[in-house]
């Protein structure tokens, strides 16, 4: 199922007409930080946020639409570790996090390869991380 554009400006909350839960009853950081980014609209996440939801495979399809031109833009995008970080996170997704963007899956190895044509020390750790 194909859904259209997303509109950045709302949060995950109300794409998907779920409640992430409270914040204050998380039981641990991560859900509690997850929660946290549901109830921010997509435009303000931060990228550490943008960065956990994606390796966490959350919040799909939607932050796939957020980081999708940012990706275009530099392959090498970091959110929080390392440049390629996004990237990273998005070469190792199962295959079901792109049912809703089959389009993103068939650019993903474009967007890998135009990385990889930077300089070593600039995609070192990309590398690294997705060696088995």
Do not use: C, H
């Amino acid at each position: 199922m194909m859904i259209g554009p997303t509109n950045l400006s709302l949060t995950l909350e109300q794409l998907t007409g779920t409640d992430a839960g409270s914040v204050d009853e998380a039981p641990t950081n991560m859900v509690r930080d997850l929660i946290g980014a549901w109830k921010t609209p997509l435009d303000q996440l931060t990228g550490r946020e943008i960065r956990l939801l994606i390796s966490q495979q959350d919040g799909y399809p939607y932050v796939l639409d957020l980081v999708w031109p940012m990706l275009e833009d530099d392959p090498l995008l970091e959110a929080e570790f390392y440049p390629g970080d996004i990237l990273s996170s998005l070469m190792r997704a199962d295959d079901t996090a792109w049912r809703d963007r089959p389009n993103y899956k068939r650019r993903l190895k474009a967007l890998y390869e135009r990385a990889l044509r930077r300089p070593d020390d600039e995609t070192e750790e990309l590398r690294e991380s997705l060696e088995p």
